[in-house]
């Protein structure tokens, strides 16, 4: 489950309805699993206030859930993106808090746990994506303690005095411990989280084992029941990094092509052959540090750093929640820097940034990946950046220079990128230099480690790893100290409850 389904809408209704895969890396990791289990995948189509049949698209069984032009607005563009996304990045923009927008998250979270609880067969597995969804766990809990519930965060759960600035606060942690188990980027977000349910719920943690205590009533058919040290018993929730990756494979095979390789040097030669091209791939998101990046490259310009003639930054920013109006102005910020520079050290014939407010094929993304020389990732606070890792995945000829931000959770892993503090803007142009004139073996050396780590721990790799926790008893401390969970004894009481809830 996750709030968008992994197809875009083409064209036409009901059966005529055409759709088209969208590229997003969660598709290929979990399309093994969903065709192998007989999944099934919940979301949204993406389209306000449309109703779709369930459909079936490259085998996988597709259940559409509706939301209106109000849940749009309010718990998509309101709750999730602009109170929970500025808020879980470290409120890099101010988060807005309204009642109404919270309301709107609760109602939506339990159409889509309703769409579940009607999907899943008993004893099933349900793996709930992102931040959009953080209530569905205990929803799903409450109502068929047999299900196997994962939660999977994929951007940063903030530290607790930033977190306990929501109002429902507590509600989030709660939804979340539904799960059996909880998946973080970094070991740094699923320790923010744990000292969150700390410090509000007053629940003990061990590790990446949390002791949900159960009521004298509960308990009879949950995973993970244990008596603990003091006597309670407790229900265990394993909340751990599980760090995502991408096709690492598939980005290998494009890079390959022959076709792509001549693309990215027709890209060097439409850009005017300039020694050094720089890049950068964003959604236009405050997050991703584009400003600090373009205030760093301008500043190297302006002091002749580096040859004004010699050197090119693309910039692709893609659009992104455009109906926001914090993404409004970031727009129109960007957009008056990126001007600004290249009114004064572009040339007839040679531009200084070449910018891009358009979404690519993936084929043409990795053409710009074979032909950046650097590729910038500044972001200011980012759960992964899968970015990084795609371009380290492209780069099959050992090249090229990855300068990564500290404050991403691909830094936790690329340790041999040039690594930086996007604040600090001096330590920017100063990495920025020794990544355009780093010796080629530094680079190759460097690319190689980075290649590896990659290739090695692909996305398959981590939707096996999640699965494997979620499925199977772990040696993780004593998670696995728990009583048989009891199945419901007939189907048909699961889904007399079923169909009672789907009716409310
Ligand atoms: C969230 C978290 C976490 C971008 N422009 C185009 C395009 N893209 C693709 C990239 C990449 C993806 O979009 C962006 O992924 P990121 O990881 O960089 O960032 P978010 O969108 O913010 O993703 C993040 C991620 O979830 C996964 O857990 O890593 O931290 O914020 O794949 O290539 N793709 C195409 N054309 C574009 O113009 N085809």
């Not at 890396?25 to 969903?34: N, Y």
């Not at 999977?152 to 989030?172: E, N």
């Not at 942690?173 to 989280?193: C, H, M, P, S």
């Not at 790893?465 to 979620?470: E, M």
């Amino acid at each position: 489950m996750s709030n968008r389904l992994p197809v875009d809408h083409v064209s036409g209704d009901g059966d005529d309805a055409v759709w088209r895969p969208s590229p997003g890396g969660l598709v290929a990791a979990l399309e093994p699993i969903m065709k192998r289990e007989d999944g099934v995948w919940i979301g949204w189509v993406g389209i306000p206030d449309a109703e779709f049949e369930p459909f079936e698209a490259d085998g996988i069984d597709i259940r559409p859930v509706s939301l209106s032009a109000q849940d749009v607005e309010y718990y998509y563009e309101g709750f999730s993106n602009d109170t929970l996304w500025p808020l879980y990045h470290d409120v890099i923009a101010p988060p807005s808090f309204h009642r109404e927008w919270w309301d709107a998250y609760v109602q939506v979270n339990r159409r889509f746990a309703d769409a579940a609880l009607e999907a899943a067969a008993p004893g099933a597995v349900v793996w709930v994506h992102d931040y959009q969804l953080q209530l569905v766990p205990k929803m799903l809990r409450d109502a068929r303690p047999d299900l196997v519930i994962g939660f999977f965060d994929h951007i940063p759960f903030p530290a607790y005095g930033i977190y306990s600035q929501l109002p429902w606060r507590k509600q989030v942690v709660e939804g979340l411990l539904g799960a059996d188990v909880i998946g973080f980027q970094r070991l740094a977000d699923a320790g923010n989280f744990a000292r969150a349910v700390r410090r509000l719920l007053g629940h003990e943690t061990r590790g990446s084992v949390i002791e949900v205590p159960l009521g004298e009533d509960e308990g009879v058919g949950h995973r993970h029941v244990k008596t603990n040290r003091r006597g309670t018993r407790v229900r265990t929730v394993l909340a751990k990094q599980f760090p995502i990756s991408i096709d690492a494979a598939r980005y290998e095979e494009l890079a390959s092509q022959p076709e792509i390789q001549a693309r990215a040097q027709q890209i060097r030669e439409e850009l005017g052959n300039p020694k050094t091209i720089m890049l950068g791939v964003d959604r236009l998101d405050y997050t991703k540090g584009i400003g600090h990046r373009l205030k760093a490259y301008g500043e190297l310009l302006r002091d002749h750093a580096v040859d004004t003639d010699d050197i090119t930054l693309v910039q692709v920013a893609s659009p992104s929640r455009e109906r926001v109006e914090t993404y409004k102005q970031l727009r129109d910020e960007v957009e008056l820097t990126v001007s600004r520079i290249n009114g004064d050290y572009s040339t007839i014939s040679h531009t200084a940034i070449s910018y891009l407010h358009q979404g690519y094929p993936r084929e043409e993304m990795v053409a710009l990946y074979l032909a950046a020389d650097v590729m910038l990732v500044t972001a200011l606070r980012d759960g992964m950046n899968l970015v990084a890792k795609e371009y380290v995945a492209s780069r099959i000829d050992n090249d090229g220079v990855l300068v990564l931000s500290e404050f991403t959770g691909a830094s936790d892993e690329l340790k041999q990128a040039l690594l930086v503090n996007p604040h600090d803007i001096e330590g920017l142009k100063d990495a920025m230099v020794r990544a355009i004139e780093m010796p080629k073996r530094e680079r190759a050396r460097r690319m190689r480690a980075l290649r590896k780590r990659v290739l090695a721990y692909d996305v398959q790799r981590w939707s096996a790893t999640f699965f494997d926790a979620l499925t199977h008893v772990t040696a993780e401390d004593d998670f696995g100290d728990h009583e048989i969970a009891q199945r419901p004894k007939m189907a048909t009481d699961t889904h007399g409850q079923i169909h009672e809830r789907g009716d409310r």
